[in-house]
Structure formats: structure tokens, C-alpha cells
């Protein structure tokens, strides 16, 4: 209850932060970010993308869903040209961005450097939730721009 509540006002505010989950069982932090964004977008439902390279996101309005893995694969590029094309463009209805980045534990330092060096030019126009199984793989200097929640 008080990891809804925590995240509740995190989400709410107006400045909010960005947020690290960290659990073995991302499933149930997934779970309340959804309720969190019916509450706010009641017709809330997630369209697949499929871009450059069959690189493949999900989208609702100023909501995006990246999977960490992406990162790493044959379209690792493909993934950060969408991923930084997303703020050149600016949102049409003036909202920040909400980007969820689910993932896996062994995201190399260099990519976690630039998915760092991209939170810091872009926390104005952007909310990062970052969902992983174990902190400990992901660097401090990224987890510090971070609000953690076990």
C-alpha cells in the first residue's frame, strides 16, 4: 500500500520525477503504472509501432513503451533515432512525455551513459519509468536521475 501511495503522488505532482522500479516481479509495478494512466487517460489502450527496421514500441497519446532489450539488438540505432526523434517534434497537446522503459538487467555502460546523457536535456519535456529486476546492474551516475522504489 504504501508503494501505491509513493508512486500515486510521484505521478500526480507537477514536477514529477523520473522513477526506478526495482523489483524481482516487474509485472506488478507494470500493473500500477497502467492504473495510473486509465485514471488519467480513461480510454487508455496501447497501439503497437512498428518502425525502421521492424523496431517495434507502443504508444498512446504522450505515452511510450520501449522494451531495454531493443537496446542492445541488430536495432540498437533504429531504437535511439525513434527514442530521440520523439523530442524533436514536441507534443502537440503541450503534455510531458511519460516513457516506460521495461527491460533486462545487462544494458551495456555505454548505453546506459546515453540513456543518461538523453534524461538529463530532456527531464523538462519527459517522465522516465525505468522497470528493471536488479538495481545493481544499472550505474549510478543513471540511477542517480532517478527516484527508486523498491
Not at 62 to 88: D, H, I
Not at 93 to 122: A, C, M, N, P
Request: aromatic letters at 14%.
Amino acid at each position: 500500500m504504501i508503494y501505491e501511495d509513493i508512486l500515486k503522488k510521484a505521478l500526480v505532482s507537477s514536477n514529477p520525477p523520473n522513477l526506478l522500479f526495482s523489483s524481482r516481479d516487474q509485472s506488478y509495478s507494470y500493473q500500477l503504472i497502467q492504473k495510473y494512466l486509465h485514471s488519467r487517460w480513461p480510454h487508455f489502450q496501447l497501439r503497437k509501432i512498428a518502425e525502421k527496421g521492424k523496431l517495434e514500441y507502443h504508444k498512446y497519446s504522450c505515452y511510450y513503451e520501449f522494451s531495454l532489450e531493443k537496446m542492445q539488438t541488430k536495432q540498437s540505432e533504429a531504437f535511439w533515432e525513434v527514442f530521440n526523434g520523439l523530442f524533436s517534434q514536441g507534443s502537440v497537446t503541450r503534455e510531458r512525455y511519460w516513457i516506460v522503459l521495461k527491460g533486462d538487467d545487462s544494458i551495456k555502460k555505454s548505453y546506459q551513459d546515453r540513456l543518461r546523457f538523453i534524461i538529463e536535456r530532456r527531464q523538462c519535456k519527459a517522465t522516465f519509468l525505468l522497470l528493471t529486476n536488479n538495481e545493481s546492474h544499472i550505474i549510478d551516475p543513471l540511477k542517480s536521475r532517478f527516484l527508486i522504489i523498491r
